[in-house]
Antibody
Framework: QVQLQESGPGLVKPSQTLSLTCTVS??????????WSWIRQPAGRGLEWIGR???????NYNPSLRSRVTLSLDTSKKQFSLKLSSVTAADTAMYYC???????????WGHGTKVTVSS | SYELTQPPSVSVSPGQTASITCSGD??????ACWYQQKSGQSPVLVIY???RRPSGIPERFSGSNSGNTATLTISGTQAMDEADYYC?????????FGGGTKLTVL
């Protein structure tokens, strides 16, 4: 049973870079059949996909965030990471990491970590 | 980017059938999936590949997808099914989510 756990600062100042890490346990992050994603949800609102990374190195980003987002994966640490630059209050949200499978989509999610952008 | 449209809310009486729709351009040509999100919790996949249920999801959850509309159907709805439901589909390498539907069981 795979488990995902997000970690990172809960408060980020405007214009700075938000950095989050997702640690994977109970599954091999090296699996070529899986991809690893970040999804966010502002309070009281819907889900927004941020991007996904494969162990092969392939990465896809949400076009609306592409210019500010960097995803990476560290198989040795069983972690994947999100960096979102030049944050504003609009980036305040619950951030989830999730595992995906081709044609299945997001079958496992972390508990989420709340990030507030404020000075 | 690809857009999916859901009704903001759906109400159903206990024991009745609830249907939640998701509309998108040629959605029937893609695989649709559905997530259930209860208050304060992470989303849970309840339907994938249009009609398939992950292990542990009750049989009362079913799905269909044709034309421009995917539908999540909950038969014999229970109070525990009250939640927000999100549809999702891939358009090329972009994951689109619907805006979510709040299901009220009353």
């Amino acid at each position: 049973q795979v488990q995902l756990q997000e970690s990172g600062p809960g408060l980020v100042k405007p214009s700075q870079t938000l950095s989050l890490t997702c640690t994977v346990s109970g599954d091999s992050i090296n699996s070529g059949s899986h991809y690893w994603s970040w999804i966010r949800q502002p309070a009281g609102r819907g889900l927004e996909w941020i991007g996904r990374v494969y162990v092969s190195g392939a990465i896809n980003y949400n076009p609306s965030l592409r210019s500010r987002v960097t995803l990476s994966l560290d198989t040795s640490k069983k972690q994947f990471s999100l960096k979102l630059s030049s944050v504003t209050a609009a980036d305040t949200a619950m951030y989830y990491c999730a595992r995906g499978q081709t044609t299945v989509s997001f079958d496992s999610w972390g508990h989420g970590t709340k990030v507030t952008v404020s000075s | 980017s690809y857009e999916l449209t859901q009704p903001p809310s759906v109400s159903v009486s206990p024991g009745q059938t609830a249907s939640i729709t998701c509309s998108g351009d040629k959605l029937g040509d893609k695989y649709a999936c559905w997530y259930q999100q209860k208050s304060g919790q992470s989303p849970v996949l309840v339907i994938y590949q249009d009609t398939r249920r992950p292990s542990g999801i009750p049989e009362r959850f079913s799905g269909s997808n044709s034309g421009n509309t995917a539908t999540l159907t909950i038969s014999g709805t229970q109070a525990m099914d009250e939640a927000d439901y999100y549809c999702q589909a891939w358009d090329s390498s972009f994951a689109a989510f619907g805006g979510g539907t709040k299901l009220t069981v009353l």
